[in-house]
């Protein structure tokens, strides 16, 4: 009877914490940032701080209650980001990682900061995590893109995605954006082709030469998989650096250029690609 009594007592006292820690969630994600002026988003900031600092002071009682509301459906989108952020700080483990990016694709991309979603995401990635599901969430809206003003340049939708589906493995993206591109807007179709050239691999090639030739596909699509594809010819000074890094560093630049946002980062990316097509 003792036994069973400790046993009652310890189920009740978990479902009292997750209970609180979920009402004290809605309570204080009852907002949408976008919405928001900055001043209104700055008076939010003491309630968020008070939760952060609540669950990093008692990490044992309130980490298991953070990774159950990250997983529940129902809470303010906000809180599905901000709380993998806390996750993240907190947690090292492949798990958690897995956890946040399946909580990040539960977001309003309205309510946050572009960048900051795609570096989040480019990181996670470079561990190899798997980020696919959140990865294509932005294939929903044709104008996402952040801009770079320290290199005068424009992150768009198709740079965005390469650089978060990139750094893992083809075959964990690939099905993917072949699956969803007959359902997507022609701005998202010539951003998975982007990416999918960036990719180089067999079946992401074969898909792009059937777009080419597929009667059915809207023209300003299949002309620009015919552009895309015909990017392998490299200048004379391509020729000439190649001579000078070698073959066999091209996979470490590619690699680099995805750890950094920038023109050049880019245009390094665009040429190791351009050769190792060629």
Known sequence: MKFTA??????????????????????????QPSKLSDKEQESKFPA??????????????????????????????????????????????????QLAVQAIAKCDLADISRKMYITTLNNLAQEDINVTT?????????????????????????????YMLLPIKQSV??????????????????????????????????????????????KEVREYAKKIMKYTNLTKDQKEYLKIIGKENLEEMREMSLQRFSDEAVAQLDMTTRIMRS
């Not at 901000?82 to 090292?92: A, F, M, T, V």
């Not at 290199?151 to 390469?162: S, W």
């Not at 699956?179 to 898909?207: E, H």
Request: with cysteine.
């Open 6 to 31: 400790i046993i009652v007592f310890t189920l009740v006292t978990v479902s009292t914490y997750g209970q609180t820690l979920s009402n004290e969630i809605d309570a204080i994600y009852n907002f």
């Open 48 to 97: 968020l701080d008070s939760l952060w600092n609540k669950v990093k002071s008692d990490t044992s009682h309130y980490l298991p209650q953070l990774r159950l509301e990250l997983r529940q459906i129902g809470h303010n989108p906000y809180f599905y980001y901000d709380g993998s952020s806390l996750l993240l700080s907190l947690s090292n483990a492949v798990n958690d990682k």
């Open 134 to 162: 959140a990865a294509v969430k932005i294939l929903q809206d044709d104008k996402f893109s952040f801009f770079l003003p320290e290199h005068a340049m424009t992150f768009n939708q198709g740079y965005c995605l390469t």
């Open 173 to 218: 993206y690939v099905d993917t954006l072949i699956t969803l591109f007959s359902n997507v807007s022609t701005t998202s179709k010539k951003s998975i082709i982007t990416t999918l050239w960036f990719a180089y691999s067999c079946k992401g090639d074969g898909f792009l030469k059937a777009i080419m030739t597929n009667p059915a596909e809207e």
